[in-house]
């Protein structure tokens, strides 16, 4: 498949220019919400206006100066976000509208970055954006931390604060807003709460999600640095790690972490990397030692034998599928009560998401942008891209069951441009 260069009227049918502009598409705006994002959580300013405004000055530079680059994968994060805005008719209430106004917003931002990633590769490099996706691995593991110390506390935001009651009452709202620090679950018959970290996400799958789509990133920072400073930051980091990790009883958060090890020590090998792979096989046995020292798996049969949450989410698929068949093309346009549970159906993985509240036609495209961009880069250059590749891998499976907010549709973009540009051979080693 080729990838074509070309200026903004391109898009729209005339004769490609294999061109770069001649002012580069500068980095701030990108590297603005990656280093800035503790900031806007204390502010509650990630999604609005953080990130619309972002979104809307990335889009400004490539349309004053002209200028994309459209390889594959964009057709399908832009045709996702006009299907998403179509399926607005689907809306029944002024809450659910809030809410998809919100999915919107997040998905059209994502949709941007990706494509200014793309195109603005002479700045920003590769190691500039591995290094910012790595400091959000920092500061989600400091967020589990902190849910760790501060479990019944929630953070108030200014923008929250502003908010008049109608909207902020919204149980949706209210966690973008008024975050807490953990999630707190009582279900009958459990000996003591579950104390699960999930700052700076509102709940504990979403820090989960985030820990394993970045910790690949952070290997990746790892093999790519020089600096032992950073390095041996990234050591304590993830053995810090260990504790809020433990304490989110994530079943699927510790499998996935293990197959993306198990994966990058694979392609490692077939790289005749020995040394690489000796270390890592190392430090995961002895993390593996630690979690089952601590009593991990002693963990995991509490929280099932009181949670029963394989048994919910199955009877919640079923359902899924079942409303979706009488909603094919545009789905609800949001997540709608439940009709046998307390769980709201359109959750509990995005895929379900997707395909309750867009159809199976949004469904489609944004398995065609994620599958797509991981098949199409699985020839990995170096070991750096190798450790990218796996957060593409356990992100395509993760979906099912884990639900994505900014943080980790961001970063999964942000990993498939870089990828992706290095296939077509647009970007270079660094």
């Known amino acids: 498949m080729r990838v074509r260069e070309m200026s903004w009227t391109d898009l729209v049918g005339t004769e490609p220019t294999r061109r770069l502009p001649s002012d580069p598409l500068p980095a701030w705006p990108l590297l603005t919400m990656l280093w800035g994002f503790p900031l806007m959580w204390v502010l509650g300013l990630t999604v609005v206006p953080g990130a619309v405004t972002m979104a809307v000055v990335m889009l400004g530079f490539m349309l004053v100066r002209r200028y994309a680059l459209w390889v594959p994968g964009v057709g399908a994060l832009v045709g996702l976000c006009l299907w998403m805005a179509a399926s607005a008719v689907m809306i029944d209430t002024g809450p659910r509208m809030l809410g998809f106004g919100f999915r919107l917003a997040i998905m059209s931002f994502v949709a941007i970055?990706?494509?200014?990633?793309?195109?603005?590769?002479?700045?920003?490099?590769?190691?500039?954006?591995?290094?910012?996706?790595?400091?959000?691995w920092f500061f989600v593991i400091v967020g589990g931390v902190l849910g760790m110390l501060l479990p019944g506390t929630r953070l108030t935001t200014p923008v929250g604060m502003l908010l008049p009651a109608s909207i902020s009452g919204n149980s949706y709202v209210r966690d973008l807003f008024f975050p807490p620090f953990a999630e707190v679950q009582h279900p009958w018959g459990a000996p003591e709460p579950f104390v699960r970290p999930s700052a700076p996400f509102p709940y504990a799958n979403s820090w989960g999600v985030a820990i394993l789509v970045l910790t690949p990133i952070a290997l990746a920072c790892?093999?790519?640095?020089?600096?032992?400073?950073?390095?041996?930051?990234?050591?304590v980091g993830a053995g810090v790690m260990i504790f809020p990790a433990m304490a989110t009883s994530n079943r699927g958060m510790f499998a996935a972490l293990a197959l993306a090890g198990a994966y990058v020590l694979v392609r490692y090998a077939l790289r005749d990397r020995a040394a690489p792979v000796i270390t890592l096989t190392l430090l995961g046995l002895a993390a593996g030692g630690v979690l089952v020292w601590q009593g991990l798996f002693t963990q995991f049969e509490v929280r099932q034998e009181y949670?029963?949450?394989?048994?919910a989410r199955f009877t919640l698929y079923a359902e899924t599928i079942q409303r979706t068949l009488a909603s094919p093309l545009l789905g609800y346009g949001a997540p709608r009560p439940s009709a046998e549970q307390a769980l709201s159906v359109g959750t509990q993985g995005y895929i379900w998401?997707?395909?309750?509240?867009?159809?199976?036609?949004?469904?489609?495209?944004?398995?065609?942008?994620?599958?797509?961009?991981?098949?199409?880069?699985?020839?990995?250059?170096?070991?750096?891209?190798?450790?990218?590749?796996?957060?593409?891998?356990?992100?395509?499976?993760?979906?099912?069951?884990?639900?994505?907010?900014?943080?980790?549709?961001?970063?999964?973009?942000?990993?498939?441009?870089?990828?992706?540009?290095?296939?077509?051979?647009?970007?270079?080693?660094?």
Do not use: E, K, P
């Not at 790892?222 to 050591?235: E, G, K």
């Not at 098949?375 to 190798?386: E, I, K, Q, S």
């Open 113 to 136: 970055a990706f494509v200014y990633t793309v195109a603005a590769r002479t700045r920003l490099t590769r190691r500039r954006l591995v290094h910012g996706l790595t400091f959000l």
């Open 222 to 235: 790892f093999m790519m640095t020089r600096s032992w400073l950073l390095r041996c930051a990234i050591i």
């Open 307 to 311: 949670g029963q949450s394989n048994g």
């Open 353 to 430: 998401t997707l395909m309750f509240s867009f159809g199976f036609v949004g469904l489609a495209l944004f398995l065609a942008f994620l599958w797509g961009s991981t098949w199409r880069t699985r020839y990995c250059r170096d070991d750096v891209d190798v450790a990218l590749h796996a957060t593409l891998v356990v992100s395509s499976l993760a979906i099912i069951v884990y639900g994505l907010d900014i943080i980790q549709l961001l970063a999964i973009a942000l990993v498939a441009a870089i990828l992706l540009r290095r296939r077509y051979g647009l970007d270079d080693d660094d």
